[in-house]
């Protein structure tokens, strides 16, 4: 079974753009969270998404959003980019909420200049 | 509030010495999850190992093996004979049931370096 794919994997913007970063969860997994990489804050919860439905939010500013469609695919999107928003990006997928494992994307890594 | 503490932030050994790597977590829910995550220099977090907290039984799967106490709110994590291929960074991680487990609370990591 083919596991978490992230697109693009790299990615170069500038301050003031916005991105958006793409997540194919495993098949039959109906759960994608986000999460950012950081050498200082090490990794952070950004938001997780169930049947097209945030379901639960990590503390980032309304800049960071994301959605999840009926094929359980999901998108990240990050407006007004700053310096500080150089990170790798993670997604992991899961079968279902409660005590499924969240399996990991190889992430997007985003350098904004 | 939950926490999870990591406090080696690196470990150099030579091979086939045995290390653990130390966890120690903090939450009020009842209900919660521990995990144990490895992310070598790609970049992709490969999961280890999940424990429920209403099962402290230790497991043991191969040369990894890792050991639950609530009493002291720690999950290590020993590898026994290491190997060059061990080396990466190794998270530690709590979700709780109030959360449906959905979101993972990270350790800052332990950075583990197997010198041949």
């Known amino acids: 079974k083919a596991g978490v794919t992230q697109t693009p994997r790299y990615l170069i913007k500038t301050r003031g753009q916005q991105v958006t970063l793409s997540c194919s969860p495993i098949?039959?997994?109906?759960?994608v969270s986000w999460y950012q990489q950081t050498p200082g804050q090490g990794l952070q919860f950004l938001f997780e998404?169930?049947?097209?439905?945030?379901?639960n939010k990590g503390n980032f500013p309304g800049r960071f959003s994301g959605r999840q469609f009926s094929n359980s695919r999901s998108e990240m999107n990050v407006s007004t980019l700053e310096l500080g928003d150089s990170a790798l990006y993670l997604c992991?997928?899961?079968?279902?909420?409660?005590?499924?494992?969240?399996?990991f994307g190889p992430g997007t890594r985003l350098t904004v200049l | 509030a939950q926490k999870v503490t990591q406090a080696q932030t690196e470990i150099s050994v030579v091979e086939k010495e045995d290390v653990t790597l130390d966890c120690v977590y903090e939450?009020?829910?009842?209900?919660?999850?521990l995990f144990w995550y490895k992310q070598p220099p790609s970049g992709e977090l490969v999961f280890l190992i999940r424990?429920?907290?209403?099962?402290?039984q230790n497991e043991i799967s191969g040369r990894y093996s890792w050991n639950f106490q609530k009493s002291t709110s720690s999950f290590n994590f020993t590898i026994t004979a290491s190997q060059v291929v061990d080396s990466a960074v190794y998270f530690c991680?709590?979700?709780?049931?109030?959360?449906?487990?959905?979101?993972?609370?990270f350790g800052q990591g332990t950075e583990l370096s197997v010198k041949p």
């Open positions: 939450t009020r829910d009842t209900t919660y999850y």
């Open positions: 424990r429920n907290s209403f099962d402290e």
């Open positions: 998404y169930f049947s097209e439905t945030q379901r």
């Open positions: 992991a997928s899961r079968r279902r909420e409660g005590t499924d494992t969240q399996y």
């Open positions: 098949s039959g997994h109906r759960s």
């Open positions: 991680a709590l979700s709780e049931a109030r959360n449906q487990g959905g979101k993972l609370i």
